[in-house]
């Protein structure tokens, strides 16, 4: 006698009430969950072909929905939260973790981005972004080196933000759109002297003009922008 892989209601020649479960070619567990008029519905898993689960949890229409865990291959938490219309919802709190297990990112997501309050982890004490997102993106907060010190930090996403160098020494100051460079900015060097003044298309140099130093701080050269074209002017 084979294995079962269902048992239940039928209709109209498809699985309707019962539960499924299901093998890969290799005869390894591929899927168990509970059907209800004829869609995935109530508690299930999923797995990965070394046999180690993918995701377990809660269906709803045949879509991943209500609370749910997924999986490395290894067998490593990945990612556990909420689910709606099989999209990672985030009611409460979300958490994202490494392949090593080590927790990555905790806070809110809807339609599976992350968004509203969040904070992203270097190691466990190790913050890496305290903040808000939108639709995935970092939009409101700072962002930190492994030491604590501040690496960065933005304002609406639209706003003004800055960014630093290890030694704290301002990298970056300019404004941002969508969460990249986007409009007026300066860079600077970490001793504190101006590298690069103009604007910003889509996190890239559009206009202005860059300066390159010799080891001895005598002007390389300069970097003339244009539309995102450059210009080199050796000295």
Do not use: C, T
């Not at 591929?30 to 180690?52: A, H, M, P």
């Not at 101006?194 to 010799?214: C, P, Q, S």
């Not at 074209?229 to 000295?235: A, C, G, L």
């Amino acid at each position: 006698m084979g294995d079962l892989e269902f048992e239940g209601e039928y209709f109209n020649g498809k699985r309707w009430n019962g539960k499924l479960i299901e093998y890969n070619l290799a005869g390894e567990l591929n899927y168990e969950v509970r059907y209800l008029n004829g869609k995935k519905d109530g508690e299930g898993k999923e797995y990965y072909d070394n046999g180690n689960i993918e995701y377990e949890g809660e269906y709803l229409n045949g879509k991943r929905d209500g609370k749910g865990k997924e999986y490395y291959a290894n067998g490593n938490l990945k990612f556990e939260s909420e689910y709606l219309n099989g999209k990672r919802k985030g009611k409460g709190k979300g958490k994202g973790f490494y392949k090593d297990g080590k927790l990555e990112f905790e806070g809110k997501y809807l339609n599976g981005l992350r968004n509203g309050k969040g904070k992203e982890y270097f190691n466990k004490d190790e913050i890496k972004f305290e903040g808000e997102y939108l639709n995935g993106k970092r939009w409101n907060g700072k962002g930190y080196f492994k030491n604590g010190d501040i690496d960065f930090e933005i304002k609406d996403g639209n706003g003004k933000g800055k960014e630093y160098y290890d030694n704290g020494e301002l990298r970056f100051e300019g404004e941002y759109r969508n969460g990249e460079k986007n409009g007026e900015g300066k860079e600077y060097y970490d001793n504190g002297e101006l590298r690069f003044e103009g604007e910003y298309r889509n996190g890239e140099r559009w206009n202005g003009i860059a300066k390159e130093h010799n080891f001895d701080g005598s002007l390389f050269h300069e970097i003339k922008y244009l539309n995102g074209f450059k210009k080199v002017i050796w000295y």
